[in-house]
């Protein structure tokens, strides 16, 4: 059974950072896509960071380049997202996901891609 379990959120001033874990367990698989994605109150879940497991060239989206860093550990199986000079207008709720078995990326920042969620993390930035 597949398991994603996010920690790390929490309550930071503008200009602060976070990072973002997701431990990942149950794949018998080791080519996948993983990402984060996140979801302000009112508005639709977005893609934030994705990655390929077997590593490559990271997707961004525009607002967070720069500022976010998407990367994992192996042998930890755990994914990460490490967020610096945050802004208001990064509250949200912060979901990793992976996808069933996708033998190379670049690996898209849209909802469809995966099929694996965790339960979310609150992170919420004051100006």
């Known amino acids: 059974q597949v398991q994603l379990v996010e920690s790390g959120g929490g309550s930071v001033q503008a200009g602060g950072s976070l990072r973002l874990s997701c431990a990942v367990s149950?794949?018998?698989?080791?080519?996948?896509?993983m990402g984060w994605f996140r979801q302000a109150p009112g508005t639709e879940r977005e893609g934030v960071a994705t990655?390929?497991?077997?590593?490559?060239?990271?997707y961004y989206a525009d607002s967070v380049k720069g500022r976010f860093t998407i990367s994992r550990d192996i042998a930890k199986n755990t994914l990460y997202l490490q967020m610096d000079s945050l802004k208001p207008e990064d509250t949200a709720i912060y979901y990793c996901?992976?996808?069933?078995?996708?033998?190379?990326?670049?690996?898209?920042?849209?909802?469809?891609?995966?099929?694996?969620w965790g339960q979310g993390t609150q992170v919420t930035v004051s100006s």
């Open positions: 996901a992976t996808s069933n078995p996708t033998l190379w990326g670049p690996c898209p920042g849209v909802e469809s891609a995966f099929n694996y």
């Open positions: 149950g794949f018998t698989y080791s080519t996948y896509c």
């Open positions: 990655m390929h497991y077997g590593g490559g060239s990271p």
